[in-house]
């Protein structure tokens, strides 16, 4: 998944280590007046912004929430009072996170609430014999892990996520790449060649189709509730 991320203070930066780390892909600004722009142009899960932003630079929760209605959006702010956080919650923030707490509980209550926008209660993917970790990043048909570049992963893990749905190459660049350079098409066909190649030994229940001249669509065998693991 993707985080639009405010790195405006060091309780922020170290946040954003953490995320890198951990494998989150991130696109970061210390300019806070560019949230607006780059949480309506891009595609991102999650947007995480210190408390201590809102009402500066024109950053408030209704115009992130205008810019990007489907991405939750997380609140990071150190001893707040339990009225504050309330304040907030009720404007429309869906967390609030102190940054003294433990970093671990953290990153993970960010994971989750990313994953639910997508409907999910934990971090796993299911549709027939293909497994998906949310969490740890991998992904297996059976009991054979897949050899995924990071890349590879985020490809899959960005389609699968929206499963029957057509996703366009141009929003699937843009996750994955962020306001990177993106890189020639033909290694973006590499990406899917290779994907395409592993989900066959699936034997047919999972693949990826291409709509000429639209995009791509993730299709499975089972696509209901119980090919989700909720």
Request: aromatic share 6%.
């Amino acid at each position: 998944m993707r985080y639009l991320i405010a790195e405006t203070s060091w309780d922020m930066m170290t946040l954003a280590q953490e995320l890198v780390t951990n494998g989150t892909l991130l696109t970061r600004t210390d300019r806070p007046e560019d949230l607006e722009h780059y949480a309506k142009i891009g595609e991102v899960d999650l947007i995480i912004l210190p408390a201590t932003q809102l009402g500066h630079d024109g950053v408030t929760l209704d115009s992130l929430r205008a810019a990007n209605r489907r991405a939750p959006i997380a609140l990071i702010a150190r001893n707040a009072s339990s009225e504050q956080r309330a304040k907030w919650l009720t404007a429309g923030a869906d967390t609030v996170i102190d940054p003294s707490g433990d970093h671990d509980e953290a990153l993970a209550r960010l994971q989750a609430l990313a994953r639910r926008a997508h409907g999910l209660g934990r971090p796993v993917l299911q549709y027939g014999p293909l497994r998906i970790d949310l969490m740890h990043r991998r992904a297996h048909i059976g009991d054979v892990r897949l050899k995924l570049t990071p890349k590879v992963y985020e490809l899959l893990e960005f389609i699968a996520l929206r499963p029957g749905r057509l996703v366009t190459r141009e929003s699937l660049l843009s996750h994955i790449y962020g306001l990177e350079n993106e890189p020639d098409p033909r290694v973006f066909d590499v990406y899917m060649c290779n994907l395409r190649a592993q989900l066959s030994a699936s034997g047919g229940a999972v693949d990826i189709e291409t709509a000429r001249g639209s995009g791509f669509r993730f299709v499975a065998e089972c696509l209901d509730e119980a090919a989700i693991a909720a």
